[in-house]
């Protein structure tokens, strides 16, 4: 679901637990804890944060979609 929000460009909170290797913090999307509390903050970040908001998508637009598919399917490539 990560990489599809990224695609339609949408910004994106998740758990640290969830996605530290697909997220960088507050540049292409928040990581927040798994407490309800942490991630209700970090939604209302994102949605009253404009600068944030312009960043993380600024971010997102930039990434290379397909180089990142090939590096995802040459590690699954490795492990079978």
């Known amino acids: 679901a990560i990489m599809e929000a990224k695609i339609l460009k949408t910004p994106i909170v ?14 292409n999307g928040l990581l927040c804890d798994t407490t309800a509390i942490s991630i209700a903050n970090a939604i209302e970040k994102v949605l009253t944060d404009k600068e944030l908001l312009k960043k993380i998508t600024d971010a997102i637009s930039k990434e290379d979609f397909y180089k990142r598919n090939k590096e995802i399917l040459k590690k699954l490539d490795n492990i079978f």
């Open 14 to 27: 998740a758990t640290k637990a969830a996605a530290k290797e697909q997220i960088q913090h507050k540049i």
